[in-house]
T-cell receptor
């Protein structure tokens, strides 16, 4: 089945540690996105990529980094500079489509907590 | 500024009690409005896309409608399995990278 796989499902970070969240898709989508979801807030965009080897900052990119070396993979690193990393992280992908208004499809998320 | 507001924040219904969820939006040119369903601990599941005012989409007990200022998600004779958080998102024509702007969601609880 085609879909988006995020791993791990749960992740714990120690003080001063960088951690990497995995996102893999087999939908052959060009665009991929990372969102952060906090209780009582809407999804907020961290980074997005429309094509391999290219990505742009979203609204809350500080303390995060990404890479897009392959079409199917878009890992997110939460660095030690991110002082409030506890959240639910969601990865999404989208087919570009002719009019650029195709829906985004999401993985099942990674919940990151501080030890 | 482009934004999306959903109401109510929470809604409790009895099984079979129909109701509507509201999504108000302000964008400088709408490219698309999207409804998602999110279960606890899961990612959002795509439900509908609406592109222009007057458009309607249906799926089982759900019906989504769109005007120039807002969208409604009508739930007819809901069942307990319809309990979830429903998210509304818009894509604005001037939004770089075709990113979506999300509302905070409406959490629906349906009791039997």
């Amino acid at each position: 089945d085609g879909g988006i796989t995020q791993s791990p499902k749960y992740l714990f970070r120690k003080e001063g540690q960088n951690v990497t969240l995995s996102c893999e898709q087999n939908l052959n989508h060009d665009a991929m996105y990372w969102y952060r979801q906090d209780p009582g807030q809407g999804l907020r965009l961290i980074y997005y990529s429309q094509i391999v080897n290219d990505f742009q900052k979203g609204d809350i990119a500080e303390g995060y980094s990404v890479s897009r070396e392959k079409k199917e993979s878009f890992p997110l690193t939460v660095t030690s500079a991110q002082k409030n990393p506890t959240a639910f992280y969601l990865c999404a992908s989208r087919d570009r489509g002719h009019y650029g208004n195709q829906p985004q499809h999401f993985g099942d998320g990674t919940r990151l907590s501080i030890l | 500024e482009d934004q999306v507001t959903q109401s109510p924040e929470a809604l409790r219904l009895q099984e079979g009690e129909s109701s509507s969820l509201n999504c108000s939006y302000t964008v400088s040119g709408l490219r698309g409005l999207f409804w998602y369903r999110q279960d606890p601990g899961k990612g959002p599941e795509f439900l509908f896309t609406l592109y222009s005012a007057g458009e309607e989409k249906e799926k089982e007990r759900l019906k989504a409608t769109l005007t120039k200022k807002e969208s409604f998600l009508h739930i007819t004779a809901p069942k307990p399995e319809d309990s979830a958080t429903y998210l509304c998102a818009v894509q604005a024509k001037n939004q770089a990278g075709t990113a979506l702007i999300f509302g905070k969601g409406t959490t629906l609880s349906v009791s039997s």
